[in-house]
């Protein structure tokens, strides 16, 4: 399906881009968007910079595959519409680093993570997908 090729290619896109900016946001302190001297400034900017470059990567791998695969597309996005919020949320919420414990993960980590996870399951979902079309 045409239309569905273009709704993944424009979501590709824009996760490219958030890809981009994520890293940009990152190294904010390399970049000059941060003095060393502002922590906050710092940590903000590179907590939402790690959390859209983790969760960015993600998407832009899944949508480039769904590109190639558009049949693939419905099954996916029936998962996607309530995992990738849920995960936003959690990049959003989750608490600070370390949480003054040894079993709290660094932010970083979840968005890994949670990240990894994700790609897991879409490409279960994908491959699923695939392989009851080439049956049928």
Known sequence: NMNTRKITLALLCLSLLGFCFGWALGNSTEL????????????????????????????TLIFLILLF????FPAWKKFAIWFVPLAALLFAFYPGPGAN??????????FRWVSV???????????????KGAHQ
């Open 32 to 59: 000059g968007f941060c003095l060393v001297t502002e922590p906050t400034c710092i940590n903000k900017l590179t907590w939402i910079g790690n959390a859209l470059y983790y969760g960015s990567a993600a998407l």
């Open 69 to 72: 695969t558009p049949q693939a």
């Open 101 to 110: 414990d040894l079993f709290s993960p660094y932010p970083e980590q979840i």
């Open 117 to 131: 996870l994700y790609v897991i399951i879409s490409l279960l979902i994908i491959a699923s997908t695939f392989r």
